[in-house]
């Protein structure tokens, strides 16, 4: 036998090697092809397709539509009861992060390299803070996200000012750097005010920021000047921070403004202006009235779910008239149906769910996002809020999938269902923005996950049920920034009415504002921090004579708590 026709042979008889592994694997399992036979695929892009059908290979849409071969080798999914829609995108969010590195303030014992350390502070310049690099797969909150249809997240720090720099990344892997889709992708700077230190107010906050692009424009001309000539002038000292601030100011990386309130809104646009940053707005919960100020700028906007309470906007008590394309009226027992929940009968709520409604009549691209949002869950029902409340079905789907992927320079590769772009998808029963609808399976990756509910927890969560029993002494943990902080919270009850009484190293304070809803708690209390009254609100499960939650910290951001009835806990 001559060499070419060896060679000619080991060719043939290698492909054919191959092929059989292929149906080996298929036959396994272990293949990542397979096939999604859809009642109803919602392509964002490019309308619905009715019994569709979805290829992925290797974690790649390989083909989508409605007469598609299914390879033999694809694990086929009937889904003709269900509705795929792309994966959801969390447009900015505290996630998947190993914890919160805040470089010291300059008066502190810092090292003197500047180097990230454990939080002391705010964050106040640290924007060469690269959020890829504190990546952890193993967060829980992910599995959280992704149970809800988010796939994609764009994760940093959420407060300080000059914070660092945010990572795309897809909600599953064992890796940090199998999750990531973009990095970096923006510089985020906040507004977020120190408590009895500098800077402790607005405008203290906007002098640091402003000095800094001087500061950085200066450096940067010492620089140019000395690569120019450097006999005969000083070499500038190396800093990282201002370092990291050129490409901003350049414009080669855009810059998210963290603002939620109409004056942070309209001086975080006056700075990008002075110094001409590619700004996106981010929280924007006052959008509405910088609305047309957004639009002359075309500044896009990553608008938070987080609803505030009333109170908490500028200018309350306030009316907004919402123009344009409404819903159908609601048949009588569907208004009857409304009237039974206080919130959706709260005309005051009502506005400020339809602050998205009016950025979009104002022609506004915005992304959704669940920026100081407490509980994942309410990412989509606050969506659906916002459509109940003038905001078009269509665009707020865009919101949570396509609108995003373009506002971070990713719409190739996710964001809409379409050939050659990433396996992202949920599948649903019903209309995703409907009450009654439950995903049942979520791609990441082209990775299937299966999303199992809890019935017992579904029971507990049940605003019918009976409220759980959380009269007595809880001995609470708080996982403070700074670390663990041990609390006791005293409670009585009579039926759903709760009162009681916190007490911590900060001295104590009655609870306010109560609400137990099955097994759901909340309330607030009133503490002296720095000599200043703070008001943090508590969002607690209970199960059994053990409890966990979250706080809300106001200005100061938030923190997770867990608490025991001491007699029942173990030793």
């Not at 829609?85 to 003197?112: E, F, M, N, T």
């Not at 855009?254 to 942070?264: T, Y």
């Not at 865009?398 to 809409?416: H, M, P």
Request: proline share 5%; net charge negative.
């Amino acid at each position: 036998m001559d060499f070419k026709l060896k060679i000619q042979m080991l060719l043939f008889f290698g492909s054919l090697l191959s092929a059989l592994n292929g149906v080996t694997m298929a036959a396994s399992g272990v293949a990542d092809v397979y096939a999604i036979r859809a009642g109803r695929i919602v392509t964002v892009s490019s309308g619905v397709i009715e019994n569709g059908i979805i290829i992925i290979r290797d974690g790649i849409i390989e083909k989508v539509g409605d007469n598609i071969e299914i390879p033999v080798e694809a694990e086929l999914i009937e889904a003709d009861s269900l509705t795929v829609y792309p994966g959801l995108i969390d447009a900015c969010v505290s996630l998947a992060l190993k914890k919160k590195p805040v470089k010291k303030p300059p008066d502190s014992s810092s090292d003197s390299d500047g180097e990230t350390s454990p939080p002391e502070s705010i964050a106040l310049l640290q924007p060469e803070w690269m959020a890829s690099d504190w990546l952890d797969p193993k967060d829980a909150k992910i599995k959280s996200y992704r149970e809800i249809g988010v796939t994609t997240a764009l994760t940093a720090l959420d407060d300080g000012i000059f914070i660092g720099q945010s990572c795309l990344i897809n909600l599953a892997g064992d890796a940090p750097e199998e999750m990531i889709i973009k990095s970096p992708v923006a510089l985020h700077i906040g507004f977020a005010r120190q408590r009895g230190d500098y800077p402790s107010t607005l405008m203290g906050v906007m002098a640091f920021q402003r000095q800094t692009f001087l500061d950085v424009n200066h450096h940067r001309l010492l620089w140019e000047r000395y690569a120019r000539q450097k006999r005969g002038w000083r070499r500038p000292l190396a800093n990282k921070s201002l370092d990291a601030l050129f490409p901003a100011l350049d414009r080669r990386m855009p810059v998210i403004m963290l603002a939620d309130r109409e004056n942070e809104i309209k001086r975080a646009l006056a700075l990008a202006e002075e110094f001409r940053l590619n700004t996106i707005l981010a929280g924007a919960t006052e959008g509405w009235r910088v609305a047309e100020l957004l639009k002359s700028q075309q500044v896009p906007v990553l608008l938070s779910l987080n609803f505030p309470k009333p109170d908490q906007v500028t200018g309350y008590p306030f009316k907004l008239k919402i123009e344009g394309p409404k819903t159908e009226p609601a048949s009588a027992e569907a208004t009857s149906d409304k009237k039974s929940e206080p919130e959706k009968d709260d005309a005051e709520m009502s506005e400020i769910y339809a602050n998205a409604a009016r950025l979009s009549q104002a022609g506004i691209k915005f992304a959704f996002c669940s920026k100081g949002l407490k509980k994942p869950e309410d990412f989509i029902k606050n969506a659906a809020k916002a459509v109940k409340h003038g905001l078009a079905e269509d665009a707020a789907l865009r919101a949570l999938t396509l609108n995003a992927a373009q506002i971070f320079g990713v719409s190739n590769q996710i964001g809409s269902i379409e050939d050659g772009k990433i396996a992202n998808l949920l599948l649903t029963t019903g209309n995703i923005f409907e009450d009654k609808a439950a995903i049942h399976l979520v791609f990441v990756d082209g990775k299937k996950f299966e999303v199992k509910k809890d019935p017992s927890k579904k029971a507990d969560n049940n605003s019918g049920a009976a409220p759980a029993n959380v009269s007595g002494a809880w001995s609470v943990t708080v996982e403070s920034p700074q670390g663990a902080v041990a609390a006791t919270l005293t409670l009585h009850q009579s039926g759903s009415e709760i009162t009681g009484e916190f007490s911590s190293e900060v001295g104590a304070s009655p609870i306010y504002n109560s609400r137990l809803s099955g097994n759901e708690l909340e309330f607030s209390v009133k503490l002296i921090i720095a000599g200043s009254p703070l008001e943090i609100t508590f969002y607690g499960t209970v199960t059994g004579n053990s409890m966990e939650g979250a706080i809300d910290l106001g200005e100061m951001g938030s923190a997770g708590f867990t608490a025991i009835k001491p007699e029942y806990q173990r030793l």
